[in-house]
């Protein structure tokens, strides 16, 4: 099934992202998490790599592996980081020769080290010209691209985060995954400016319960994600790890609840290589 297809004719499907390990005993136990979270029906799931591609080869043997464990479509991430024009379309090759199903296309962050991202020579500048790459050349492909409820941490505002949105939508993106967010207002908010913007493609939440507080706000303070001070207060008040584990899988059990009130297209969960928070978040919603 193609990715947009996957979003107008199912009823708010699931996926599930990945990333590769770095040892044996962490690919093993990945594939373990896999075939558990096979009991929740997911859609289809994503593998991202290092940065700046260091991990792509391992990237395509998780894929290929994960698709033989769950007979489902699968999802490579690729950025422009480091890469000419022929690294990419070499690294497509690849992915389509061991049947990836769809490509999340994204320019990436700059390499660590670096303030700002700079183009490789013969390169790609924008996550727009690596869309335009893949639906020119690639077009078995479906592309999912990147949203940001809270606008995207080097974009000077909101209007000119929408505007870049907007050209890899325009570019032949099927399908937006949004970066998490811990207060649904914000992705609402969103949403309407995209609608508002012209924009027609499935939106899709990115949801990561936040099970460890200290592993959450280091990710949060990554990815410029606000955490609401009434989660953040239940947070420091609780007792062990294990109390911090329930608080944050309500919290986003509650999130996903409302957001499919609300008429979601689908949720994405970033489950990072477990299975744990997913299964008790999922059992109740």
Same mark, same amino acid.
């Given at each position: ?35 558990? #979270? ?21 990237? #395509? ?10 007979? #489902? ?23 389509? &020769? ?54 995207? &941490? ?22 937006? $995954? ?22 027609? $493609? ?12 200290? &592993? ?27 109390? &911090?584990?329930? $608080? ?11 957001? $499919? ?25």
């Amino acid at each position: 099934m193609s990715l947009a297809s996957l979003y107008n004719e199912s009823d708010c499907p699931i996926s599930f992202e990945l990333f590769p390990p770095k040892t044996e005993a962490g690919l093993e136990s990945l594939y373990e998490n896999v075939r558990k #979270l096979m009991q929740f029906s997911p859609a289809f799931f994503t593998c991202t790599y290092g940065a700046g591609g260091s991990t792509q080869g391992t990237t #395509l043997e998780v894929l290929k592996q994960v698709k033989e464990i769950s007979k #489902l479509p699968v999802a490579s991430h690729l950025t422009c980081v480091n890469a000419t024009v022929e690294d990419l379309e070499n690294y497509l090759d690849q992915a389509s &020769q061991q049947s990836v199903d769809y490509i999340v296309a994204l320019r990436g962050d700059p390499p660590k080290g670096s303030e700002q991202f700079e183009a490789t020579e013969g390169g790609l500048r924008y996550a727009n010209e690596l869309v335009e790459l893949i639906r020119s050349k690639y077009s078995h492909l479906g592309i999912a691209v990147a949203g940001y409820p809270e606008v995207h &941490q080097e974009a000077p505002n909101a209007e000119v985060d929408l505007e870049n949105l907007k050209r890899k939508v325009d570019a032949g993106a099927d399908v937006i $995954i949004t970066q998490l967010f811990y207060d649904n207002d914000d992705f609402y908010g969103f949403r309407d400016r995209c609608v508002s913007a012209g924009i027609e $493609i499935p939106i899709v939440p990115g949801i990561l319960p936040v099970t460890n507080f200290k &592993q959450a706000m280091r990710i949060a303070q990554m990815c410029k994600a606000r955490i609401p001070q009434s989660l953040e207060s239940q947070m420091n008040r609780a007792g062990d790890e294990a109390e &911090q584990f329930n $608080i944050g899988v309500e919290h986003a059990r509650q999130q996903i609840a409302d957001l $499919i009130r609300q008429g979601v297209s689908g949720i994405h969960y970033y489950v990072l290589n477990k299975s744990d928070a997913a299964a008790e978040l999922l059992a109740g919603v």
